[in-house]
T-cell receptor, first 113, second 115 residues
Framework: DAKTTQPTSMDCAEGRAANLPCNHS???????VYWYRQIHSQGPQYIIH???NNETNEMASLIITEDRKSSTLILPHATLRDTAVYYC??????????????FGGGTRLMVKP | DAGVIQSPRHEVTEMGQEVTLRCKPI?????LFWYRQTMMRGLELLIY????????DSGMPEDRFSAKMPNASFSTLKIQPSEPRDSAVYFC?????????????FGSGTRLTVV
């Protein structure tokens, strides 16, 4: 699976959009971009994933550049409860050879009042 | 759906004792994963099962660690004998083949302290 690079930490004001970048310049054509987050003292939680089109769900939006070498997770109206470590992971979703998630260091997002 | 259930939430044990961590995956999920999280090493995959069969245990740190999945609804991770460096949060996760995103659902973890 391709490696990712994320900033170590970011701050965001409550109510504003939080834009979390991720670089994955070595991503291959069949690898998806996944985002998970881990709120303190909890297990990681799936947020969203995408291949090449932008995606949106009730939690967030995912913007993937045309060359797929980077992406941005957008929390449109950040709340204090969004304070967490956000992990960007690229992987091939496969169901027979194993589909392990490999976590890097992630971005620690602090939402401030 | 109660999600992935882990027990106990917290475990404090003395060095040398046997520790057993338990996990109940989401019903219908055919993959089960055990992860360990420490400040120094982050989240590490220890072992995973598919249809109750261990597929890859290359992340298990040493022979003191063992994991079993006797049926589709239960798995254990055992450490015998435990050492202080085993102190960490242990997470169990499950996923289902054929779901659109192959996303994982994690449990709340077991915080293990070995003194």
């Amino acid at each position: 699976d391709a490696k990712t690079t994320q900033p170590t930490s970011m701050d965001c004001a409550e109510g504003r959009a939080a834009n979390l970048p991720c670089n994955h310049s070595t991503i291959s054509g069949n690898e998806y971009v996944y985002w998970y987050r881990q709120i303190h003292s909890q297990g990681p939680q799936y947020i969203i994933h995408g291949l090449k089109n932008n995606e949106t769900n009730e939690m967030a939006s995912l913007i993937i550049t045309e060359d797929r070498k980077s992406s941005t997770l957008i929390l449109p109206h950040a709340t204090l409860r969004d304070t967490a470590v956000y992990y960007c992971i690229v992987r091939v979703p496969r169901n027979n050879a194993g589909n392990m998630l490999t976590f890097g260091g992630g971005t620690r997002l602090m939402v401030k009042p | 759906d109660a999600g992935v259930i882990q027990s106990p939430r917290h475990e404090v044990t003395e060095m040398g004792q046997e520790v057993t961590l338990r996990c109940k995956p989401i019903s219908g999920h055919d993959y089960l994963f055990w992860y360990r999280q420490t400040m120094m090493r982050g989240l590490e995959l220890l072992i995973y099962f598919n249809n109750n069969v261990p597929i890859d245990d290359s992340g298990m740190p040493e022979d003191r660690f063992s994991a079993k999945m006797p049926n589709a609804s239960f798995s254990t991770l055992k450490i015998q004998p435990s050492e202080p460096r085993d102190s960490a949060v242990y997470f169990c996760a499950s996923s289902k083949t054929g779901t659109a995103n192959y996303g994982y659902t994690f449990g709340s973890g077991t915080r293990l302290t070995v003194v």
